[in-house]
């Protein structure tokens, strides 16, 4: 369990204040939006930074990161480097890229959702040559291309990679893969009804790579406004029973403090 939150730059005191009150009360996981072209956010990874210096047992996720703007091999390095800095507690959350308009603004690629998910393909290679602490890494690709590259260095635990996968062949690639799923659920986003037919297609890749559906962590972040305890409880455990192993809780705009104090003490002690 965890709260997701937004990395923006006025107010950020509150927003590092809601991590904090994570950390404290125990919750497992703190995970903050990536998009760069934001000139309201921070950056993500070292907002990230910043919060492994402030806490000592959340886990930290980039939830997701922009591809078209971060080469496979830096965030490799990055979250290497971090998750040796903050003792073992970075995770990987990546995503295809949206918003063209802005990420081309930022002098990154244009994609079509093929080669959108191509480049998913290609960076999951390079990500896993690097995270395993291979002497050298080679991988030439019609996207990327690495030349032995040096990775380093070696991270304390074995870090995740979790895609925000919502289209075919994006779920179809998470499953043959990926560590996990990071998809966004309520508000704008997918509804219930969208799950059962999305983790069969995962599976069904997994099976078909010779996996087990299982290795795959499923992850989601809920964006449903939740106003009391009893409703958010019962809302976790309906999203639980579609499948999820871990739920990272959007952190509203009304009274969030309370909000993740509350998540903390007075819901998630109720939960089996």
């Known amino acids: 369990m965890g ?6 730059a006025d107010g950020h005191e509150a927003m590092i204040a809601q991590v ?5 009360a125990g919750l497992d996981y703190a995970a903050v939006q990536d998009h760069p072209y934001q000139r309201r956010f921070l950056d993500t990874w070292t907002l990230l930074a910043y919060l492994a ?11 997701v990161l922009n591809l078209p703007l971060r080469l496979p091999a830096m965030i490799a390095k990055a979250a290497m480097s971090l998750d040796l800095l903050s003792g073992g507690r970075v ?12 990420i081309e603004a930022m002098g990154g690629p244009r994609r079509t959702p093929k080669e959108s998910v191509d480049a998913v393909e290609e960076a999951l290679p390079i990500l896993r040559a690097y995270l395993a602490g291979e002497p050298s890494v080679t991988f030439e690709g019609h996207i990327y291309r690495v030349a032995g590259a040096k990775p380093g260095p070696l991270p304390p635990h074995s870090i995740g990679v979790w895609l925000g996968a919502y289209g075919p062949r994006m779920l179809a690639l998470t499953g043959r893969l990926a560590d996990g799923w990071i998809p966004s659920l309520g508000g704008r986003f997918l509804a219930d009804d969208d799950l059962a037919a999305m983790q069969a297609r995962i599976d069904d890749a997994a099976r078909r790579a010779g996996r087990e559906p299982a290795e795959i962590k499923r992850v989601v972040n809920l964006m449903d406004p939740v106003p009391t305890p009893d ?12 499948g999820f192993e871990t739920i990272l809780v959007a952190v509203p705009d009304e009274d969030p403090l309370a909000f993740v104090r509350r998540l903390a003490d007075d819901v998630v002690p109720r939960l089996p």
């Open 3 to 8: 709260i997701f939150v937004v990395p923006r």
């Open 53 to 63: 210096a402030r806490t000592r047992h959340v886990r930290l996720v980039p939830d």
């Open 231 to 242: 409703r958010l409880r019962d809302r976790l455990l309906r999203v639980a029973e579609l």
């Open 91 to 102: 995770e990987i959350g990546l995503g295809a890229g949206a918003y063209w308009d802005a």
């Open 20 to 24: 904090l009150a994570a950390d404290e």
